[in-house]
C-alpha cells in the first residue's frame, strides 16, 4: 500500500512541474525562448553533473531547473542574472554555493574563463612549433642521407672502377 501511495505522489508531482513547465513556456516570447535554450545548454545538471540540463534525462531535478530558468526569464531577468542565480543556489549536499561548477563551460569574461580560452591557443601554437622543428629535422636528415656526400673522391673512383669489372 505505501508503494503504491509513493508511486502516484511521485506521478502527481511530475504531473504538475510538466503543467509548470507549459504554463511558463507558453509565456516566453521567441527572444526568451531562444534564451531558455541557451540557459540550458550553459547549466549542468545538478542531480548527477553528467551533462547540460537541455541534453540530460527526464527527473525532478532538472524538470525543476527548466521552471526556474523560465519563470526567472518572465520576470526579466538577463542572461548573466539567471548564470549567477543558479551559482549562488545551494548544494544541498555540501551546503556551499554551486559556483562555477554548475557552467557547462566557464564565462569568458572571468579569469578562469580567459585562462582556459587563453591555454588552447597557446598549446596550438606550441604544438605548430613543435611539429615545424620536427618536419625540419626529418627533412634535413633525408638531405644529409646522400652517400655521395660522404664519400671521398678516391672511394667514389675505387667503387665505380669494381662495377666496371664486373660487368
Not at 121 to 145: E, M, P, R, T, W
Amino acid at each position: 500500500m505505501k508503494t503504491k501511495t509513493i508511486i502516484l505522489l511521485i506521478a502527481l508531482v511530475s504531473m504538475l512541474s510538466a503543467q509548470d513547465y507549459e504554463f511558463y513556456n507558453q509565456k516566453l516570447t521567441d527572444k526568451q525562448n531562444e534564451q531558455a535554450i541557451y540557459l540550458e545548454k550553459n547549466i549542468m545538471a545538478t542531480c548527477c553533473f553528467g551533462g547540460p540540463i537541455y541534453m540530460h534525462g527526464k527527473n525532478q531535478v532538472t524538470e525543476e531547473a527548466k521552471i526556474t530558468i523560465r519563470r526567472l526569464l518572465i520576470e526579466g531577468k538577463t542572461t548573466d542574472e539567471v548564470l549567477d542565480h543558479f551559482r549562488n543556489s545551494i548544494d544541498p549536499r555540501t551546503k556551499q554555493p554551486y559556483g562555477n561548477r554548475i557552467l557547462a563551460s566557464p564565462k569568458a569574461s572571468e579569469t578562469v574563463g580567459k585562462v582556459s580560452y587563453w591555454m588552447v591557443v597557446l598549446f596550438s601554437l606550441v604544438g605548430l612549433v613543435i611539429l615545424g622543428y620536427a618536419l625540419k629535422k626529418l627533412h634535413s636528415s633525408k638531405q644529409d642521407s646522400d652517400p655521395s656526400d660522404k664519400l671521398s673522391a678516391e672511394t667514389l673512383k675505387k667503387i665505380e672502377s669494381e662495377l666496371s669489372d664486373l660487368d
